[in-house]
């Protein structure tokens, strides 16, 4: 199996025309407009606009045995402020496409989905687009991502979870301004905020963890450079990330329990929110044996890694309503890291990861 010139060339236009036109979470309406006309213009295929995202069909009569594949379509905010695909999902919906012209005119005895999604750095994406799974009775859907670091075009499985579950906790505090001089007369947060970055440590460490736990401090935010003002709220905003979703939902709980024990004892108020929360993407290792033995039939190169990955990825949702796997192809080991200035998807990485979704058909 190969990927011939034309098909290659035109992917690879399609991937630097996206990439021209970096479009944030949720706005990625030219993106979108792009993508249609190019599957319009190459295949017969259906395609069913959906609100804030689409995907199309191969039609071949057997909706008892369809399966799905799923591409990213947003950008990053940069450093100067405007946005950048620095994620790859330029190059993830390019692929996706040219999937879409390697069926055409083909007999794979299934029907073919290929779901183009919004939203996936912002986590809420696959919560919209994954009710397609039910609604169609998909019974496999495959997704994958660029890695930097990873030999260029490998394909790179991961048996359990591939990317961890995470999300963001506000922990939000109200206790009592006062004069600087007086600071008895009041009731400043700074203590348990500082009480609770000492303690988080600990807490991550509890033995009934399964998996790595981690908490990053993002935002530490109490009063202002008045001289003379005890405040009297304050904020304090962490990543939660856990190997496993249970893990991370032990660790919340013990965080926002110590928390809540300590404002009470100081008559802090205390209000908890969350965002940008993922699931664990997980895939099971029966499904990974079996595309890697297609893999090999296909003469595709890959590797098993041990590790999962610390960022998260909201294909999980997908993989909680169906079997399926999520992949990584190779994008070099001199790529700059995602999320850098320095990165593009590189082009290169385009045919290995067309033939690797093809080979899972």
């Not at 296909?298 to 610390?310: A, C, G, N, S």
Request: one cysteine or more; aromatic letters at 8%.
């Amino acid at each position: 199996m190969n990927i011939d010139h034309n098909t290659y060339e035109a992917v690879t236009h399609l991937r630097r025309r996206l990439h021209q036109c970096p479009e944030p979470s949720g706005c990625e309406k030219k993106t979108m407009e792009i993508l249609k006309a190019f599957l319009k213009k190459h295949t017969s295929m259906e395609i069913i606009e959906k609100t804030g995202w689409f995907y199309a069909v191969h039609h071949e009569g057997h909706p008892e045995d369809s399966v799905a594949f799923r591409a990213d379509m947003d950008a990053i905010r940069g450093e100067d402020g405007g946005f950048f695909h620095g994620c790859g999902h330029d190059g993830h919906s390019a692929v996706l496409a040219g999937l879409g012209l390697l069926l055409e005119g083909e007999t794979v005895g299934k029907d073919v989905y290929l779901i183009f999604q919004p939203s996936e750095e912002t986590g809420q994406g696959a919560v919209l687009c994954s009710g397609l799974i039910d609604e169609k009775g998909i019974r496999e859907i495959y997704g994958f991502h660029n890695l930097p670091g990873y030999p260029l075009g490998k394909a790179v499985l991961k048996k359990g979870t591939f990317a961890c579950a995470s999300k963001g906790l506000i922990l939000s505090l109200k206790g009592k301004q006062s004069h600087a001089a007086y600071p008895e007369q009041g009731i400043n947060p700074a203590w348990l905020i500082g009480e609770l970055i000492v303690k988080i440590p600990e807490l991550l460490h509890a033995p009934h963890f399964t998996g790595m736990v981690l908490a990053t401090i993002v935002e530490v935010k109490l009063g202002s450079q008045s001289f003379g003002v005890s405040p009297g709220e304050g904020r304090i905003s962490l990543t939660l990330r856990g190997e496993k979703l249970e893990d991370l939902i032990r660790f919340e709980e013990s965080v926002v329990s110590f928390t809540q024990k300590q404002a009470a004892e100081r008559l802090i108020e205390v209000r908890i929110s969350s965002t940008e929360e993922f699931p664990d993407t997980v895939n099971e290792a029966d499904m990974v044996n079996r595309c890697g033995q297609k893999l090999l039939e296909q003469e595709i190169p890959f590797m098993e890694i041990q590790e999962p990955f610390r960022w998260s990825e909201d294909f999980g949702w997908y993989l909680k309503k169906t079997q399926g796997m999520f992949f990584g192809v190779g994008a070099g080991a001199d790529c700059p890291g995602l999320h850098t200035k320095d990165y593009e998807f590189p082009d290169e990485v385009i045919k290995k990861a067309l033939l690797s979704m093809k080979a899972f058909l």
